[in-house]
């Protein structure tokens, strides 16, 4: 059974823009800090972006002041925005709930980010 559900990925040209949605379960999204990873080919995996309950966010350097992370807590659904974008973000996007009994976490399917010209 799938938990985490995103979408919005796909390609774009350098400089192009992408927001990437990922939908839970509200028994999970209520209670749980969202973030998104990705990887890339020869790479480990990385954490992108984070945001608390209470909407406190966290980025990677390397993407600071270009990408954004939301939340819509009625609509059950985490958001990254991601603008300025370049050949070194393409990777595969994950969308993670960290749910705080038992430190439990869901994956989404992953998304292909694809930059390119």
């Known amino acids: 059974q799938v938990q985490l559900v995103e979408s919005g990925g796909g390609w774009v040209q350098p400089g192009g823009s992408l927001r990437l949605s990922c939908a839970a379960p509200?028994?999970?999204?209520?209670?749980?800090?969202m973030g998104w990873y990705r990887q890339a080919p020869g790479k480990q995996r990385e954490l992108v972006a984070a945001?608390?309950?209470?909407?406190?966010?966290n980025y990677a350097d390397s993407v600071k002041g270009r990408f954004t992370i939301s939340r819509d807590n009625a609509k059950n659904t985490a958001y990254l925005q991601m603008n300025s974008l370049k050949p070194e973000d393409t990777a595969v996007y994950y969308c993670?709930?960290?749910?705080?009994?038992?430190?439990?976490?869901?994956w989404g399917q992953g998304t292909q980010v694809t930059v390119s010209s």
């Open positions: 945001i608390t309950r209470g909407g406190s966010t």
């Open positions: 993670n709930a960290k749910f705080p009994v038992g430190g439990f976490d869901y």
């Open positions: 509200g028994s999970i999204f209520r209670l749980s800090g």
